[in-house]
């Protein structure tokens, strides 16, 4: 077993959440890991990515090779197209529909989702806004996202859901039960697709 | 594997220092090493008072703190990044001639690509004008075995040992396997006063016990568990030697591509001779890999060229910029050729930003309002968020070099006749290295305007103390700025007509002044009220 995964947003959309929980997941089962993620200056406001692998054999590069990556996951549709040259041919780009604009002009969001439905065979258009609003936690969307992208991971479902459940439980039962919602909501996406 | 933990790099580095028995961290912020400091400043260890972790002013003062706890017999630990060892070069070197007493550990986190950062300098370098042990370690397992090995050569050579990260391994997580905690030493200083003394004739003596210790070091690095030959299956006429991180990708590419090479990794400086000499006298061709400048590269070809070593010289792999799995597999695999998707020209650049509610945002409106009226147009700017004011829609500042670098140059093109002379400064840099700076203006009656942009926070880092929150105008009036010349305002929206007239007053001022651009950091009001709300 060996996943890359690519995690890509905007500084500050909560990328790093769905990587914990992948990592927690992953630890859970015994796998190696490693994740890269990005400190610093472009944290504010600019494009971030993390770079998460996980294997039962041993990782030797934090980052992954290009052209070798499983799954991109992007909270964001125009820095789901920033990454393509990682994805492999047979890879599967998951992102978020809604756009973050803090630059201008900011691409015709059309225009992107063409773009992504030409390059990208396997693709999935996420509206993780309004299913985190339907879930009652506005600030879920990144939990919509990992929920959407659980049958991906190559980790089992119910292991990621508990690893969600654990990194939360500090918070309350209010946040720990609507991220629940937001990573189920996410779940049924891909089982109805 | 549940007696794993899951650190970052740098919290690993970190974590082995407190299990090593650390007595005391000393460091400045600066990316990619504030974690380390911030994981030590959260531990049960430093709460309870038995390390003490609290910010520096700057990494020179940093570093001498580190080496007066060894004095006192302790374990010490000083971190920074790349360019602060810049700053604390002084204390570095003579330290190597000093000698230490507790184990005293320098962390250096290097930026190859400068990701956060205004050069990709090699720390190597610095381990070898200091004729200093350093240790590279490859992955995050690694970093914690390197710093007992550290801590223990470091008091068995009495030397300070430095431990060289860069981004990527510092910002990279992984699982690790503890070890059984050391207990802290004992105070006990050292007493032995022509050590420490560098008076000339101490001094030479010392140095030249620096020398006398060099062969002790490389037999070290001979017998060090960090340098080591993985061999190949079948005599190869190539061979491989790879350099710390540069080691992960190495591996990489020859576990994808299955090939059969054999591997020279060293992690372990100053080089073991026998172990790489007899190496590279096996090889047509020796392909060196290093996370950093080309320095053992530049070295194993020597001055004449020896054409049998390839690498970021002869455009094996870039010259610059940190290293890749794809710039490996580049070099090792120069037949492989895979078609990669392509990004859609569609996708527009998206750099960093000043945050929404942030005071530089009103600060360098205003400034550039007032900028406008003259004809000579330069704002002399620093390290630290307000670098971004470079960016649109700002384009505020002309010059960003080093820490506190903007009080200076304003005042030395002050005094080539350029009027006004701006300085923008954040508050941490500014009581980093822009106190002495001010001295040198106000001695010499220069007419500069400093704005100390002060949002009372170490911001870019990441919202650290900054050493004199709410003492600044105290410091310069005491350094002998007039009382009249300190003025501060709020950028504030609704502040912007009285703020361009301050501005404006003080650039016609003759002399120096400073103005104090009060506003607190959004980034750390929003922490703020959210646990002041929780309480």
Known sequence: MKKNILIAGVGGQGILTIASIIDHAAMQQGLYLKQAEVHGMSQRGGAVQSHLRISDTEIFSDLIPLGEADLIISLEPMEALRYLPYLSDEGMLITATRPFVNIDPYPDLEALLDEIKLRCRQHLLVEADRLALEAGNPKAANVVMAGAAARYIGIDRQQLGASLTSLFEAKGKTITESNARAFAMGIAITTDH | MTDRELLLGAEVIARAALDDGLSGVYAYPGTPSTEITEYIQQSDEARSGRVRAAWSANEKTAYEAALGMSYAGKRSMV??????????????????????????????????????????????????????????????????????????????????????????????????????????????????????????????????????????????????????????????????????????????????HKLDLPVLKLSHYPLPPTMVSGFAARFRRIIVAEEGYPIYEELFRGFFGDSRFAGRLDGTLPRTGELTPDALEKALVPEYHKTLREVPPVVAPRPPELCQGCGHRDLYDALNEVMSTYEQRHVFADIGCYTLGALPPYNAINTCVDMGASVTMAKGAADAGLHPAVAVIGDSTFTHSGITGLLDAVNDRSAVTIIISDNYTTAMTGGQDSAATHRLADICRGIGVEAAHIRTLVPLKKHHDENLSILKEEFEYPGVSVIIACRECIQTARRRKSSEHKK
């Open chain 2, 79 to 256: 971190c920074m990044k790349h360019v602060g060892l810049n700053v604390a070069a002084d204390a570095f070197i003579n330290s190597a001639v000093t000698g230490v007493k507790g184990g005293l550990v320098v962390v250096v986190a290097d930026d190859p690509s400068m990701h956060s950062s205004q050069n990709e300098q090699d720390t190597r370098y610095y381990a070898r004008f200091a004729q200093l042990p350093l240790l590279e370690p490859s992955n995050q397992q690694e970093a914690y075995d390197c710093m007992r090995y550290a801590f223990n050569f470091s008091e068995t050579t009495a030397l300070p040992v430095l431990v060289r990260i860069t981004t990527r391994l510092s910002h990279s997580r992984s699982t690790i396997v503890r070890r059984p905690s050391a207990t802290p030493n004992p105070l006990l200083p050292d007493t032995d006063r022509r050590k420490w003394i560098l008076l000339p004739a101490n001094a030479r003596r010392q140095y030249q016990h620096l020398l006398d210790m060099q062969p002790r070091l490389t037999e070290a690095s001979e017998q060090s568990p960090f340098n080591r030959i993985t061999e190949s299956a079948r005599p190869s006429d190539t061979g491989i030697i790879a350099f710390g991180l540069a080691y992960n990708y190495v591996m990489e590419t020859i576990s994808r």
